[in-house]
């Protein structure tokens, strides 16, 4: 399994729409590595979903549940693609960019070294300590999987 992180700015695209969707396609990525990102997403693979812009954080958990296909936002357009999503629970607490910058673990984390990258990947320690610091456990992570 691979690691993720999504940035959505809340007013355009916020966790709320996504939850109310229930699933989503990422599409509009109009960058080559966040789009060799998106060719690299498997089904199962975990993914942060960041709030950039207002309040930059954190806010919760989603899945990929369709790997890449072309983006329908531009069907005559083979070089872009999206995936398809699903959110998997919201964060007890958010994890802001500030926590994010002052935690010497994530000081190499793509957020921070790439940050106007919209699609990045996450290594697994990474991903561990986000979950921590939104009181979010991997345990709790394979419960809500189960159910």
Do not use: C
Request: avoid cysteine; aromatic fraction near 10%; proline fraction near 5%.
């Amino acid at each position: 399994m691979n690691y993720w992180l999504v940035k959505s700015e809340p007013d355009t695209y916020g966790w709320h729409h996504f939850i109310a969707q229930g699933r989503a396609t990422w599409d509009g990525v109009r960058n080559y590595q966040a789009r060799n990102n998106l060719k690299s997403m498997t089904i199962g693979d975990q993914v942060l979903f960041y709030h950039s812009v207002t309040n930059p954080a954190v806010v919760g958990l989603a899945t990929v549940v369709r790997e890449y296909f072309q983006d329908p936002t531009v069907p005559d357009d083979a070089r872009w693609v999206a995936v398809e999503l699903e959110p998997v629970m919201s964060f007890e607490k958010t994890v802001t960019l500030a926590q994010i910058k002052a935690e010497p673990m994530l000081s190499t984390i793509s957020l921070i070294k790439q940050s106007r990258l919209s699609v990045m990947p996450v290594r697994t320690d990474e991903f561990e300590l986000i979950l921590k610091l939104g009181q979010t456990t991997s345990e709790a992570l394979s419960i809500s999987a189960e159910e």
